[in-house]
């Protein structure tokens, strides 16, 4: 297994693992017609969007690209960075990957200054306590909306560097 910088030329495999991940991680959390209206396609332009300048993170293995991490440095806060996205296929979770990507974003991050992650996850998501291992203390709460239903998010910081267990 290898993790690199992703390129515009990843675009349509991000895609495929995101919407697959979506569908595995949030049935019966995000109603089944909007996860199942979920599409490559769309999400391949928006990838290649991204992946001009945007600081995202691949792991491939010999059967292809299994899983990725997407963050940025925050605009109006420059010593916060954002964990905007990991997304990781479930057979490949719980193997240390997800924590592989996560040290690759973080490091880039530090480079440039910053000493904390926000993280936005779903209440319901079952990764909720992949955050919490990564040393991540709640620190707020909303209500958002996807498909028609409210859902509750949780907001996570992490100090950086990450806890190493």
Not at 33 to 46: F, I, N, P, V
Not at 62 to 74: D, R, T, V
Not at 117 to 146: K, M, Q, T, W
Request: with cysteine; proline share 2%; aromatic share 8%.
């Amino acid at each position: 297994m290898q993790i690199r910088q992703a390129t515009v030329d990843d675009a349509e495999a991000i895609a495929n693992v995101h919407v697959s991940a979506w569908q595995e991680t949030y049935r019966g959390i995000i109603p089944d017609d909007y996860l199942d209206q979920l599409s490559t396609e769309k999400r391949a332009a928006a990838w290649r969007e991204l992946l001009v300048d945007g600081l995202v993170f691949v792991a491939v293995d010999a059967k292809g690209l299994i899983g990725f991490a997407h963050g940025k440095q925050n605009q109006t806060e420059s010593t916060e960075g954002e964990l905007l996205a990991i997304y990781l296929l479930r057979s490949y979770q719980g193997r240390g990957i997800g924590r592989a990507l996560v040290n690759r974003v973080v490091r880039q991050l530090e480079e440039h200054g910053v000493t904390s992650l926000i993280i936005a996850v779903l209440a319901d998501n079952p990764a909720c306590h992949f955050y919490e291992r990564l040393g991540g203390i709640r620190v707020s709460e909303c209500v958002i909306e996807r498909g028609g239903k409210e859902l509750e998010e949780y907001v996570y910081r992490v100090a950086l560097p990450i806890a190493a267990s």
